[in-house]
């Protein structure tokens, strides 16, 4: 006998239970098991009411086609969040959690038109000069040297001590970072995501990308820091200071992310042997089934209108759920026609402008890692795994592994190492970085 109910029920632990109650995509229910809160969700249509936060409310498009329609209309719908009416009435604690990423900033996320095609094209052909081969030979550098600084324990937390940390250095390289700007920026960004002391995180991160667009602006260099400047786009320091903000916010998490729910598969799934064509099937499966970026594109509509559904007002907050757009059951053929046909890039004209040096970072820092440790396993039981919580990201909280220790490589100390070079006592406001892992890493690559 079919045990499937007739009526559709909330997830355990869900407060949709109490009849009338948005659904909330924050806590640990959701965390432990997103996918029974999309199937609940598909029970409203294509699209449903949900909460990110406490007393944030949002409509949560499910479905692939519904998704589509929504993101390549943007007549309809805008990125602009200076329309969010909700938050513009007051509704929305400004300190809520999801504010921070959902408030307007200068950049190409939160643009249209004119605007929006000025700043992205900065952005793209800026991108679009990376070298590939620099790249790769970058992301081995720094996948050396964290390898270098766990390798003799044989064990390691693959999420803090390697893909959290491989996408942060490999950015402070492409957007040319000197030691001291480095170090901050490290600093920032890690605790911002952190969440431990966030604004202050933030006030480093802000301060040290502000120094970095004034010395690239005497001191331009081979970077992506000097191209955005150089673009006909003509930013201003404002736009520079915003752009490269939202740069590494938007890559530095999703790629830690990709990696590590890459490899959580890898080592999770028998089917995978430590091969290279295999890792990019795995990757490919990864964003299928368990996006890093599993809800965003925060739009708002233009004029009242019925959409997928449910009926929205100009200025409501409506977004993507890329994870359960993608499995979507309706999707199979389209899965099976194209393995790139899934959304965690999102689509149309703010989809990800950055999806293949992502890509490729992901796949060289995952394939040295498994050359260099070839024996690598799950050090607990898979069940014992958990995921951050939040609505937008999807990342475990570690990912505990054991393998074969190895001799240190050159420079690596077994030990933690002592600092390299101390901040000053802060005198700004600024927060001290006892250890500068930018500088560490710098004197690691000339040693
Ligand atoms: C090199 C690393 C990356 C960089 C520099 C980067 C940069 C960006 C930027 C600038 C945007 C905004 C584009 C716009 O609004 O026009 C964006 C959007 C997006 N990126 Fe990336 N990204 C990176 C990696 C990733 C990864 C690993 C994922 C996950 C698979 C991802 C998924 C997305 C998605 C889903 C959006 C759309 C977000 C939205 O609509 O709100 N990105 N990315």
Redesign the pocket.
């Known amino acids: 006998m079919n045990a499937r109910p007739t009526t559709p029920v909330p997830p355990p632990g869900c407060p949709a239970h109490d009849s009338g109650a948005r659904v909330p995509l924050y806590g640990p229910e959701f965390a432990a098991d997103p996918q029974a809160y999309y199937s609940y969700l598909r029970s409203f249509g294509p699209a449903a009411p949900v909460e990110l936060a406490p007393g944030v409310e949002a409509t949560l498009v499910t479905d692939y086609t519904a998704a589509l329609q929504l993101l390549q209309d943007p007549a309809s719908f805008r990125k602009d969040s200076r329309r969010w009416r909700a938050f513009n009435e007051g509704h929305v604690a400004p300190d809520s959690p999801v504010v921070p990423l959902l408030v307007y900033r200068p950049n ?2 939160f643009s249209d038109g004119a605007e ?1 095609l000025r700043l ?1 094209q900065a ?1 793209t052909d800026s ?1 679009a000069r990376v070298d590939s081969r620099r790249v790769t030979r970058i992301t081995e550098q720094v996948s050396n040297y964290l390898i270098s600084q766990f390798g003799s324990r044989g064990s390691a937390d693959l999420l803090g001590n390697y893909a959290r940390q491989l996408p942060l250095f490999v950015f402070n390289e492409l957007f040319g970072c000197p030691a001291d700007i480095g170090d901050r920026v490290l600093f920032g960004i890690s605790g911002m995501f952190d969440g431990v002391n966030a604004e202050q995180a933030a006030g480093v991160l802000f301060g040290a990308v502000a120094e970095l667009v004034a010395l690239k602006r005497t001191r331009p260099g081979d970077d992506v820091t000097s191209w955005l400047m150089q673009h006909h786009s003509k930013l201003t320091d404002d736009e520079m200071v915003h752009q490269l903000a ?2 590494l916010a ?2 530095t998490e ?2 830690g992310n ?1 990696i590590g729910n890459t490899l959580h598969r890898l080592l999770t799934h028998d089917a995978y042997a430590h091969t290279g064509g295999l890792i990019d099937e795995a990757i490919d499966a990864t ?1 299928w089934e368990n ?3 599993s809800n ?3 739009h708002y509509p233009a004029t009242d209108m019925e959409f997928a559904g449910q009926q929205l007002r100009a200025g409501d907050l409506v977004m993507v759920s ?1 994870a359960a757009a993608n499995s979507s059951p309706s999707l199979a053929a389209e899965r099976q026609a194209s393995s790139r046909a899934h959304l ?3 689509a149309g ?7 293949d ?2 890509r490729q ?1 992901s796949m060289a820092a995952i394939e040295n890692l498994l050359n260099e440790l070839p024996d690598i396993q799950l050090a607990v039981p898979e069940e014992s795994l958990t995921w951050r919580p939040g609505p937008f990201n999807r990342g475990l909280v570690v990912l505990p592994s054991r393998f074969t220790p190895i001799e240190p490589a050159r420079g690596a100390s077994p030990q933690p190492q002592p600092p390299v070079r101390e901040e000053q006592a802060p005198q700004d406001g600024r927060a001290p970085e006892r250890v500068g892992r930018w500088s560490q890493f710098l004197n690691w690559l000339t040693k």
Do not use: D, E
């Not at 004209?349 to 999806?355: L, Y």
């Open positions: 190409c996320m929006h992205r952005v991108m939202l740069l938007a890559g999703p790629l990709l964003l996006p890093p970026m965003l594109a925060p890329f965690a890039w999102s004209s703010h989809a990800c402008p950055s999806k040096p992502a970072i």
